[in-house]
Nanobody, 118 residues
């Protein structure tokens, strides 16, 4: 059974930090490109960050460049999103996504809420 389980969300003040984790099971994690998406209130889901299978390449939305860092541990089947200098506009539900070779399989987690507020 395929599972992506996000954790690490919560309430944080502006300027604070959070580290999201996404634990994968039920598929060959190292063969999948991993991404973090988010969906804010009344907004469409948007790509936040992406990392290739062997972590050779990463990419980020312009709005989070220099503040967020995506990483992965293939041995632990986990992808991370370190979020620093958080802003109120980062408030959203954050989703983990796994995309398999040739886009044959596309898996999503259930999401974790991040709220940035004073």
């Amino acid at each position: 059974q395929v599972q992506l389980v996000e954790s690490g969300g919560g309430l944080v003040q502006p300027g604070g930090s959070l580290r999201l984790s996404c634990a994968a099971s039920g598929f060959t994690f190292s063969n999948y490109r991993m991404s973090w998406y988010r969906q804010g209130p009344g907004k469409e889901r948007q790509l936040v960050a992406r990392i290739t299978t062997a972590a050779r390449l990463t990419s980020y939305a312009d709005s989070v460049k220099g503040r967020f860092t995506i990483s992965r541990d293939n041995a632990k089947k986990t992808v991370f999103l370190q979020m620093n200098n958080l802003k109120p506009e980062d408030t959203a539900v954050y989703y983990c996504n796994a995309l398999g070779p040739l886009a044959a399989n596309d898996y999503w987690g259930q999401g974790t809420q991040v709220t940035v507020s004073s």
